[in-house]
């Protein structure tokens, strides 16, 4: 019938084994660095409760209020506070990107 080029047959073999190693990087990120964040988020949590504990004057929504502008001013670029985010910074949606920008650059 009709020759397939080598080429064509390489490119078949590449794409599903580059696909599975940025899955694996992706899962191994995310196992490595979601358990830190997941304790550093509980760290937060009782910092928090304690702060709120020792600080009898301030309220939990006046709190709650002063943490939403510093996460604001964060998104955008001032330093006001440390990154406390909602967001999880390594989801396997960002570590998978994450993976593939190592790829890309390192190989």
């Given at each position: 019938?009709?020759?397939?080029?080598r080429?064509t047959?390489l490119?078949h073999?590449y794409?599903?084994?580059y696909?599975m190693y940025?899955?694996?990087?992706?899962?191994?990120?995310?196992l490595?660095?979601?358990?830190i964040e997941?304790?550093?988020?509980e760290e937060?949590?009782?910092?928090?409760?304690d702060?709120l504990?020792?600080n009898t004057?301030?309220s939990d929504s006046?709190?709650?209020d002063l943490?939403?502008?510093?996460?604001?001013?964060?998104?955008?670029g001032v330093?006001?506070a440390?990154?406390?985010t909602?967001?999880p910074?390594?989801?396997f949606?960002?570590?998978?990107?994450?993976s593939?920008?190592?790829?890309?650059t390192i190989?």
């Open positions: 019938f009709c020759e397939v080029r080429s047959v490119l073999l794409i599903p084994f696909s940025l899955l694996v990087g992706a899962i191994l990120f995310a490595i660095e979601g358990p997941k304790n550093y988020t937060l949590r009782r910092f928090r409760t702060f504990e020792w004057c301030v006046e709190l709650e943490i939403v502008e510093i996460i604001r001013a964060n998104n955008r330093s006001a440390r990154n406390v909602g967001e910074n390594w989801s949606g960002q570590s998978f990107f994450f593939s920008t190592i790829v890309t190989g």
